[in-house]
């Protein structure tokens, strides 16, 4: 113990669901290596570095020995440096040489850019080339820079395929760095997965064979990350030595009012009242919300219960506050001046925002390298405390009784599925008008590239290979974000700011019209869908209601293809095919979940082709529950459950799955459960279901064994986006269900 705790007496009482204190651990260093180049060594030392953390060095050597290299070191740990090594070094020793990085978001792109600059490598020309760069200013940076920071889109629409004006800089790439790498997964993954192989082949192209530097939040699949990445192995650097300060961690659940409706008081009540205790006892503290208007609540409430000289060292941080004003409120923070600082999470992203007591996470922020990133805030240098406060989120309270599955368990893997023809098929499109495909092309593109490029419409074969005969570039119709080219547009009526793409598959249940819809944790209200223009006319919306479409679904199989036996019954794994049609909305009070009407809707149905994990309960298995509705009930109740753990170990939202279950399937003849990947053509989330559904419905029986609810409620069987409104389900059917085809195994 360095410091005595200043939070003693705060965190008492029924709520503390788990208090553990991580012990401090010393640095393992290692000497800088007497090969680095003179100009950097002095650059080191100026910023009084003399060694390194031996993760640091070792990423070092594996880069030097020539090959890729994935560093997933803790938060904090240095992982910056691990990359930046090797690189400036090869830019200090070759004046010729280039290295590209490649930054999810233009702040963190610009985040790097400051530091690169704050080091100070005379022979290191950084620069920022993205949608902001002036045009007058983007012919001198490819000629000038030989450090090019940019971010997926930019490389996908505006390098690659004007390749012959990156020429001399592709000639000479020797690297490419992917900082923050887990975020490349799902959907938005799979593309860039196919945007780097794009980029291998055209290095190959001008003659080069530039080296993958990736770095990323600690997963369970770092090799596996790398190389559905880049196509290409990477060595993985894992073992941290960075020191740590001690930690201590809270996970807080708000207490239960009504047990038999499972009904807790509000996260955010809780949020403000741990906010308020731990700056009144003069702790720098960041509270993390899911959305702005929570965020905005719980500063208010926090204020509210201090006095006005305290209050006033209260501050709410809002993304789109420039470098400027973010440093303001750092430095009011180092300075002590500031205390309390509440924000979205939407600047988790590695934004550094400087060494403070405490961090408090209000819900579980969806991944465990999310919140390990929130609560890497807290204690750096000393003694630090990090807190959850647990939403009525299944996956959440199943975390608050179960905290090693938190704490001590590293099952979350970063999936991804760059061969999924609805997202290749538009990659090797944009590979072709970048150059003609031949058969080396294998090598690069991937053998799936070669595969489709028969049926990519556009493509024609020619002597040279597959050649583009279309008209423009056909990156520029080829969106990263999602699976469907003919994606909505979701527009800002008054402003015109386009706010994000809905998949066709999912505008009529997220964008049609009278929908709330969520952007980056504000509220807007649809106005009207356009499905002629392709978009959604949206406004800000300031009311205290969201809605949950209702809508009929159906699936048929397409094709198993993995059928084992698992758990005492069939497990298929294969490709489906579902139809969805949504036919009412409801609209539902923000504060209680309570219906405030229902409003029926007039639209088509839509289908599309997805991969699917379902399964067949044997009559055993059913024994009792075959009575309808008991048996409908039942299964239903298992898929929500199901559905609802499924994140915990592919790092994906509930959103993202689908799920279907009915007492009599068509292609089956027999009751079934699917669980289905959401996105068109699947990014790998069901088959990543069908490996690990062991541990997953193991996972799922203890989470229905521990709620304490009678008959179900929002933290088991209840799904906030359940097309039938949560009817027909049954918790004691489920576990009986689940536990049954437990012990089969
Ligand atoms: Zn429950
Ligand atoms: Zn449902």
Redesign the pocket.
Known sequence: MTTVATWDGLLVGDELAHLTTEPAREARTAPLPDSLQPALLEALARRGIHELYAHQAAAYAAARGGGNVIVTTGTASGKTLAFNLPVLDALAADRHARALYLYPTKALAQDQARSLGELGVAAVRAAIYDGDTPTERRRQIRGWANLVLTNPDMLHIGVLPRHDLWGDFLHNLRFVVVDEAHVYRGVFGSHVGNVLRRLRRLARIYGAEPQFLLASATIANAAELASALTGEEATVVEDDAAPRAERTIALWNPPLLDAEL?LRASALGEASRLLAGLVGRGLRTICFAKSRKAAELIHRFAADRLDAATAARLAPYRAGYTPQQRREIERRLVEGDLLGVTSTDALELGIDIGDLDCAISVGFPGTVASLRQQWGRAGRREHGLAILIASED?LD?YFMREPPALLDRHVEAAILDHANPRVLDGHVAAAAFEAPIDEGDAATLGPEALERAPHVPELRHTARGWVWAGKDSPAARVPLRSTSPDSFLVVDAATGDILGLAERERVYSTVHEGAVYLHLGRQYLVRELDLTARRALVEPFEGDWYTQAKKETETSIEEPLRVERRLGLELSFGRVSVTEQVVAYQKKAVADGSTLATVPLDLPPTTFDTEAVWFVPRPHQLEDLEAMPLLLSSLHAAEHSLIALLPLWAMCDRWDIGGLSTNLHLDTGAPTVFVYDGHAGGVGIAARGFDQFEGWVADTVTL?EG???ER???????SPKCGNLNEYLD?AGALTLLTRMSNSG
């Open positions: 499972g299944a309270q229905l709620c304490p609810c179900g409620c929002p933290s088991c069987v209840q918790k």
